[in-house]
């Protein structure tokens, strides 16, 4: 009988074929020399296909980012959007009396913006500032766009402490913006 050569397992000191690459009994990989290794497997399968992943998912967060967060921010275009005219109205509405904001915006910028926070200051007779609100105009204005604008505010004071006002705008939206 033809019996084929033996060797010792180092794993196991059990005796296996000697041209075994996977010792029958404790199951571990002796050679390097195949696919199915499982350190093989890990380092020409998985360890490529996360690193296509990882590429991949910092593809997708740039993009995202673009989208969420246009550059450039309105901070650093400051003055683009300019108020060239606005009035002030005390209106009595059925819940109560209301500043009515109402003017004209134009854009310096090459860019559209979107959703201009106005500010408005508002001044006695003597010049002093009484009242002052933020609000929000949801618009977009193009690249030399004049659009007209209002807003409206609760008075915090009575009707004749506001004698003037201010508007400019404080902040608006890059209009290549998602949300
Ligand atoms: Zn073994």
């Known amino acids: 009988m033809n019996e084929s050569p033996r060797r010792i397992c180092p794993f196991c000191a059990e005796s296996i074929p000697a041209r075994a690459r996977l010792c ?3 199951r571990q990989w002796l ?34 980012q673009r989208l969420l967060d246009p550059q450039p921010h309105y901070t650093e275009a ?6 060239i005219r606005s009035t002030l109205n005390w209106v009595d ?4 009396p209301r500043l009515f904001v109402t003017g004209v915006l134009t854009n310096h910028s090459a860019l559209a913006w ?7 200051r508002f001044f006695d007779a003597d010049g002093n500032l009484v009242d002052a609100a933020h609000r ?7 690249p030399a766009d004049d659009p007209a604008f209002r807003v409206v505010i609760e008075p915090a004071r009575p009707r004749d402490a506001y004698h003037a006002l201010q508007v400019r705008v404080s902040w608006a939206k890059n209009a290549r913006a998602f949300f």
């Open 136 to 142: 929000t105009s949801f618009m977009t204005v193009k």
């Open 31 to 64: 050679s390097w020399r195949s696919l199915r290794h499982p350190m093989i497997q890990l380092l020409l399968i998985q360890v490529p296909l996360l690193v296509l992943v990882l590429l991949g998912f910092g593809q997708f967060l740039r993009i995202f």
């Open 78 to 83: 400051s003055g683009a959007l300019a108020v």
């Open 24 to 26: 029958p009994r404790c």
């Open 93 to 96: 509405t059925e819940k109560g």
């Open 114 to 120: 979107r959703d201009p926070e106005f500010e408005c």
